[in-house]
T-cell receptor
């Protein structure tokens, strides 16, 4: 699985869009980008995933660059409850049968009132 | 996620004691996982099970064992606890038909302290 790089921390004003970047320059063609978040001491929560097209769901949007070497998770209207550590994970569908998720250090997003 | 429960939520024990952490799920998922989380290290996979008869070691299985008693239950044991096993432990499940999505549902965690 490709390695990912995320900034260790970011701040965002409540009500504004939070844009969380992730670099995955070694991503290969069959690897997907997944985003999870973890609110303090709770279990991680799936947010969204994508391959090469931009994706949107009720929680967030995922923008993947054309060369697929980086992506951005967008929380359109951040609230205080969005304060969490956000993990960007790159995972291939054929990377073994375990389907385990490799979580790095992530980005601590703090939404400020 | 209330559909995945872990017991106990907190446990303090002494070095050398045998400890069992339990995980139950009502989601009907075949796949279950145990992770541990240490500050600054993210989550690391200990063991995983794809069905009742399938148990596999993860990244850091030494010092741990597991038992899949039923589809809904997956227990993690520390045969002889040591202080560096102090961590936050998470159980997770995933349905086979969402393999591509890699969506895992996590329990609330068990905070284990080994003195």
């Amino acid at each position: 699985d490709a390695k990912t790089t995320q900034p260790p921390s970011m701040d965002c004003a409540e009500g504004r869009a939070a844009n969380l970047p992730c670099n995955h320059s070694t991503i290969s063609g069959n690897e997907y980008v997944y985003w999870y978040r973890q609110i303090h001491s709770q279990g991680p929560q799936y947010i969204i995933h994508g391959l090469k097209n931009n994706e949107t769901n009720e929680m967030a949007s995922l923008i993947i660059t054309e060369d697929r070497k980086s992506s951005t998770l967008i929380l359109p209207h951040a609230t205080l409850r969005d304060t969490a550590v956000y993990y960007c994970i790159v995972r291939g569908i054929s990377s073994g049968s375990a389907r385990q998720l490799t979580f790095g250090s992530g980005t601590q997003l703090t939404v400020l009132p | 996620d209330a559909d995945v429960t872990q017991t106990p939520r907190n446990r303090i024990t002494k070095t050398g004691k045998r400890i069992m952490l339990e995980c139950s799920q009502t989601k009907g998922h075949d796949r279950m996982y145990w992770y541990r989380q240490d500050p600054g290290l993210g989550l690391r996979l200990i063991y995983y099970s794809f069905d009742v008869k399938d148990i596999n070691k993860g990244e850091i299985s030494d010092g741990y064992s597991v038992s899949r008693q039923a589809q809904a239950k997956f227990s993690l044991s520390l045969e002889s606890a040591i202080p560096n096993q102090t961590a936050l432990y998470f159980c997770a499940t995933s349905p086979t038909d969402r393999v591509l999505k890699n969506e895992q549902f996590f329990g609330p965690g068990t905070r284990l302290t080994v003195l």
